[in-house]
């Protein structure tokens, strides 16, 4: 069987583009390893239009509800290892099968960046995570160390700051960056400490994290804490499809109709170069891009 469409990723540009895609009734496929994306780990959103506050889970618990009231064809659990252009047809190749289409969407977002330092393996999910959202209720009352300090670190420490004893900003850069209003709030916090300009040289502990050392100036410091939270920026999950034309950082390239160096094949939200990663820019960017696709099968013979 071939589809008019396969799109790959459910985050916000993934159900977005199915929602469309279903609208223009395509017959199309909808591949993911899971629903929600990186907007399932945000937790308060306040500036998702129609919205003057929403967390992250129940946006995409919306965004699930409105994409299940189609009758599409999902599979879920799967992830895309492969994308390959054939003659008037392009192949899928997941961990599970091979699917094949006229058009491809890759919405497969971004995954977030490891620290890469000795101690990170060992105590991943032993007092180390990567998820504020999923994670935070469990170190009520304790002292936590957040890594980074874009607005990503600066989310995680406004959900820390309401039940953590104590909260380290370990941020590699001279200052926070990130939107006013979240730095005022972490700012006016009292148990907040930020050490700018440091690097996070180990993860310490036994059968759970105890402690991170810390390198400021060539100056080492032990920091006591029982909980890190790694919030260092994403990488783009795009490695699986090698033809597609992608920037420095791994981005896949696109013009302004979703449309990458390879006929056929579109992308859209994180994943992409587009320069602003918000949840309603990936959303936009999934209708644009389904609708290009619609608009190259209807040009097309096929």
Not at 25 to 54: C, H, M, P, W
Not at 92 to 112: H, L
């Amino acid at each position: 069987m071939i589809y008019d469409l396969i799109i790959i990723g459910a985050g916000p540009a993934g159900i977005t583009a199915s929602v469309y895609a279903a609208r223009k009734k395509l017959n199309f496929l909808l591949i993911t390893r899971d629903i929600g994306g990186q907007a399932i780990l945000s937790g308060e959103v306040e500036n998702y239009t129609g919205y003057q506050f929403i967390s992250g889970p129940e946006l995409v618990q919306k965004f699930e509800e409105h994409m299940r009231k189609f009758n599409i064809e999902l599979k879920e659990g799967e992830e895309a290892v492969e994308v390959k252009k054939l003659e008037d047809k392009i192949a899928v190749q997941t961990n599970k099968d091979i699917y094949e289409a006229r058009t491809v969407i890759i919405a497969s977002g971004k995954r977030s960046r490891e620290l890469n330092v000795a101690g990170e393996k060992e105590f991943k999910n032993r007092g180390l995570t990567y998820c504020a959202t999923c994670d935070a209720p469990l170190f009520q009352g304790k002292d936590i160390a957040v890594i980074g300090g874009g607005n990503s670190a600066l989310d995680a420490v406004l959900q820390l700051i309401k039940i953590a004893k104590k909260v380290y900003i370990i941020n590699n850069t001279p200052a926070l960056s990130g939107d006013a209003v979240m730095l005022d709030k972490v700012k006016d916090s009292k148990i907040v400490s930020v050490y700018n300009n440091a690097k996070v040289a180990q993860i310490i502990g036994d059968k759970l994290v105890k402690a991170i050392k810390i390198k400021k100036e060539e100056k080492e410091e032990i920091l006591f804490v029982e909980g890190v939270f790694v919030e260092i920026g994403l990488i783009p999950n795009a490695e699986f499809v090698k033809d597609v034309e992608k920037n420095q950082f791994g981005e896949i390239k696109i013009n302004c109709y979703n449309e990458t160096n390879i006929a056929g094949i579109f992308a859209a939200g994180d994943v992409t170069d587009v320069p602003a990663k918000q949840i309603i820019i990936a959303a936009g960017e999934g209708a644009k891009a389904s609708l290009s696709a619609f608009r190259y099968l209807m040009q097309h013979k096929f």
